[in-house]
């Protein structure tokens, strides 16, 4: 795998952005940490993150916080463009990214805020991404009223 990781590095210039996700995903997936591989993966996608799309923005974060690996300039791109971009995200992309933030206990605050102020379509939201938003707020400690009650209004309608 180590091998592949080494060549994969050498060619991420000619990747396009999705095969940068692809890559962490994989890493992910299969429990591999490289961490040169992964550092070039974020080096090399921060320089066109903002052509990055929702899935494009959450799967490398999702990625980082299933490994024991952090990289801070990659996931404040990561938070930056995403919130340039939150008002079109899924349900999934809101519980993702903000669910990869808590696990990976870091605070972006102006990120969770415009996760918070935009997931009030919340009716939308299936029960797992309402217990994901739940557990993330939790872990970051957040206590936005309004929010929480639109999470517990909607996860009991799940319920009945």
Same mark, same amino acid.
């Given at each position: ?10 060619? @991420?210039? %000619? =990747? ?34 903002? %052509? ?14 299933? $490994?024991? =690996? ?27 990214? @903000?669910?990869? =933030?808590?696990? $990976? ?24 991404? @309402? ?5 993330? $707020?939790?872990?970051? %400690? ?16 799940? $319920?009945?």
């Amino acid at each position: 795998m180590y091998s592949l990781a080494s060549a994969a590095r050498r060619r @991420l210039p %000619d =990747f396009k952005q999705r095969r940068f996700n692809y890559l962490a995903w994989a890493d992910a997936v299969l429990n591999v940490v490289s961490e040169p591989l992964l550092h070039s993966i974020a080096a090399a996608a921060i320089r066109t993150i903002s %052509d990055f799309g929702e899935r494009d923005l959450s799967r490398p974060a999702w990625s980082m916080a299933m $490994l024991p =690996f952090m990289n801070p300039p990659g996931l404040d791109a990561i938070a930056s463009s995403a919130r340039r971009k939150i008002a079109e995200y899924s349900p999934q992309g809101f519980a993702m990214t @903000l669910w990869a =933030f808590a696990n $990976l206990v870091v605070l972006n605050c102006p990120l969770r805020d415009s996760i918070a102020a935009s997931s009030m379509r919340i009716c939308e939201f299936a029960p797992n991404h @309402l217990a994901n938003m739940a557990w993330s $707020l939790a872990v970051l %400690d957040y206590q936005n009223v309004p929010l929480l009650q639109s999470i517990s209004s909607a996860a009991r309608r799940s $319920l009945s």
